[in-house]
C-alpha cells in the first residue's frame, strides 16, 4: 500500500511539473521585465512565449511612444527587421518544395543580369551561398541605406563592390545577398517578395496585422514609435524606409502574429495540421551552413555558448546543452528577438522600440532559464553592465581621437577649392558645397552634412540626420594642388567629376555696404579695366567683351559671378572701410588682381 502511495505521489508531481513546463514563466517575471525596461531605458516591450504549440504568453510592457500614455500591448507593431531573413529563406524553402529550384543552382540561373566583382564568385555563388553570408562581401550597406535605388539597381550596383575574403571562406553578414534571393522570387513566380511572402506565410498563419513596408503602417492605430539615444537624451526618430533591401529586413509585425510564425517553426513546417514547409526545408534552414568565430561582439551577445554558425536565415548556437535557433533584428530605432529551443518545443519573440538595444537578449536568456530549470541569472543587470562597458570603450575612443589630433593645421586651400562633385561606381554621386562661408557634403536622401576642418586636408563632419551621428571626410590633392577625390568615412571614396560648385545661397548684405564697391578697377598690363556699378538693387560687374555679371554676396567681402563657369568669384580687399583691389577668383586659372582707379 505504502509503495503505491508513494507512486500516486511521485506522478502527482510529474503531472504538477508537467504542468507548470507549459505555463508562462513564474509571476515575478513581470517585475523583472519592468525593472529591466527601466534599467536600460527602454520605452516599451513586447513579449510572447510559445510552448508546445501554445501561446502560453503574450505581452505588452511599457509605452508606444516616449512621454504619451498609450500603452504596449500583443498587438502593437514593431519593425522586427533582420529577423525577416528568416521569412526570405522560407520563401526560397518553399520553392524548392515545389520543385522550382535547388538550394546548390548558381543565383544566375534565377538572376541573369546578377554580377559580383569576381567573375569566380558571379559563377559559382549558389542559392543557399545567398542566404548563409559566405558571399565573401563586406556589408557595402550604404548602397541601399543611403540611396534612392530600387532593387533591381542595387543588385546591379552590387558587382562594384570588392570582395574582402573568398567565396564561402569566412562568416560575413550580407544585407545585399538576401535582397538578391528575394528577387529570385519574382523571377519564379512572377510575384514580388512582399506579395508572395503575403499568400503563402501571412495569410495562412493568420498574420493579419503583419506587413512588409512602413507604407502599410497608416492602416494601423496601435503602432510603436521608434526611439533611441541621441546625446545621451532618449528621443523620438522617424520610422526609416526600407522598401529596397525589403527581403532583408523591413517586416512589422506583433508578437501575436510573430507567435504563429515561431508555432510554424517549431512544429517542423505544420501549423493547425497544414503543411507549409517540408521537414526536409526545416531541416536545412536550421542546419549549420557557415561557421563564426565566437569572438568580440559575438562572445558578448552568446556568452553561453561553445559553438556559433549561421543556417539560412538563422543564427545557430547552444544554449545550455540545447540547439538554440534564433535571429536578432534592428533597424531605426527598433530591436527584436526571434528564438527557439526546438527540442523543448519552447520558443519566444520580443519587440522593442529602442536603437542598439540589447535587452532582448536578455530576456531570451532569462525566459528559457525559467523553463530549463537553470539557475535563475539576473541576465538583464550582467548584459547591461557588459552594455556600458562597451560604451565606455566607445567614448575613450572619441577622447584619444580628439588627443591625437593635430593642432595648429590649416587646409591647404581656400575652402571654394574643396567644393565640387564626385562619382563613385558603386555609390553614385555625393556633391561638396560652399555655402555661407562652409562645406556641406550631400550624399543620396538622408545624408547631408556640415563640415568642419579638423586637421590638414580632414574635416569633420556632422551629419544633419541624428541618427547618423559623426563622421570624417578626406580630400586627396593630385601633384598640382587641386582636389582629386573624397573618402567619405564609412560610405566610400568618391573621384572628383567637375570644378568648385558656387554657393547656393546668398548671404545677405546692406545697400550701404554693397555700395562701398562701386568703382573702377585696372590692371596695367595686360590691359584691363572692370566696372563694378550698383543696378536695381545688387551689384554688376561689367567686363570687357563678357557679359554683365550679377554679383552674389557669399561672404563679407566675396562674392559669386552669377553666369560665369562655376568658381568664378570676386574678392575685395578692404582697410579702413575702403576696398584696396579686387581679384577676380577663376576656378583653376591664375587669380587676376586689380587696382581701384583713382
Known sequence: MKVRFMMLVWLLLMAVQIVLAQQAPALDFDEYVNKAIKDWGVPGVAIAIVKDDRIVLAKGFGVRELNKPELVDEHTLFAIGSSSKAFTAASIAMLVDDGKLKWDDPATKYLPGFQLFDPYSTRELSVSDLLSHRSGLARGDLLWYASEYDRNEILRRVRYLKPSWSLRSRFGYQNIMFLAAGQIIPSITGKTWDEFIRDRIFTPLGMKSTNASIKSLTASTNVASPHSKLNDKLQVVAWRNIDNIAPAGSINSNVADMAQWL??????????????????????????????????????????AHFLSYGLGWFLSDYRGRKLVEHGGAIDGMRAEVAMIPEEKLGVVILTNLHGTILPQALMFRIFDSYLGAPQRDWSADMLKATKGLEDQAKAAEKKMELERVKGTSPSLPLEKYAGTFQSEMYGE????????????????????????????????????????????????????RVESVNIESISEFTRTSDPAGPVSAVPMSEADLKKFVGKYALAAPPLEVSIEFISGSLKANVPGQPLYSLI?????????????????????????????????QGERPNIVLLPKS
Not at 265 to 285: D, W
Not at 445 to 459: A, R, S
Not at 554 to 581: H, M, Q, W, Y
Open 263 to 304: 508555432r510554424l517553426q517549431l512544429g517542423g513546417g505544420v501549423y493547425q495540421n497544414q503543411r507549409l514547409l517540408s521537414t526536409a526545408a526545416i531541416k536545412e534552414m536550421h542546419s549549420p551552413q557557415t561557421i563564426i568565430r565566437l569572438e568580440g561582439t559575438q562572445a558578448t551577445l552568446y556568452p553561453e
Open 430 to 481: 555625393s556633391k561638396i558645397t560652399f555655402e555661407n562661408a562652409k562645406l556641406v557634403v550631400r550624399f543620396g536622401p538622408n545624408f547631408t552634412g556640415d563640415l568642419e576642418h579638423w586637421n590638414y586636408d580632414t574635416f569633420r563632419v556632422t551629419w544633419r540626420d541624428p541618427m547618423e551621428g559623426k563622421g570624417f571626410v578626406n580630400f586627396r590633392l593630385n601633384t598640382q594642388g
Open 553 to 585: 554676396p557669399v561672404a563679407a567681402n566675396r562674392f559669386r559671378l552669377e553666369g560665369a563657369p562655376v568658381g568664378f568669384f570676386a574678392e575685395f580687399e578692404v582697410a579702413e572701410g575702403k576696398p584696396k583691389s579686387l581679384t577676380l577668383v
